[in-house]
């Protein structure tokens, strides 16, 4: 009965342990960094995959507050960006050489068959997705300087 009873625990954690490994949360969260715009700091995932960027933050409820999704590409382009999938509305920054080159405000989610493509002033290398309205609040605009961290 003891035996059993050790057995259901150690089955119970390692369970845990499995499933808070895959949890997004600041400890445990693999390709994520930070973005610094106007002194203000977020946690980010890091979209550097295609299979990462094609879905972004679609199929989520929310955005914690604070947090973001960077999408590094490795060559400058016009890279368009959807809100297809999306629950919540976003700001879209992008971003060329570290600096905002310019900034979608607060998009609206859009599951039409077709829906609107959003593309950056010119070619970006980057781009930064943080919830609407915090573009506005925190006054982000073109010229800013972008920190990226991520860790190795």
């Known amino acids: 009965m003891r035996k059993g009873l050790l057995i259901i625990i150690a089955v119970f954690i390692g369970g845990y342990l499995f499933i808070s490994a895959f949890q997004n949360n600041d400890t445990n969260m693999k390709g994520t960094g930070e973005v610094t715009v106007r002194s203000q700091i977020f946690a980010v995932e890091i979209a550097d995959t295609v299979e990462k960027q094609a879905k972004g933050l679609s199929e989520r409820d929310a955005l914690p507050e604070n947090r973001g999704m960077v999408f590094l590409f490795t060559e400058k382009a016009s890279y368009p960006f959807w809100m297809k999938g999306m629950r919540f509305p976003l ?20 599951d039409s068959a077709f ?3 959003y593309y950056p002033p010119g070619p970006i290398d980057t781009v930064f997705e943080i919830n609407a309205g915090i573009a506005e609040a925190i ?11 991520i860790p190795r």
Do not use: T
């Open 139 to 149: 006054g982000i605009q073109e010229g800013d300087k972008v920190e990226i961290r």
């Open 115 to 117: 829906p609107e493509l």
């Open 91 to 110: 700001d879209i920054i992008w971003i060329s050489d570290g600096k905002v080159v310019g900034v979608h405000k607060n998009l609206p989610p859009d």
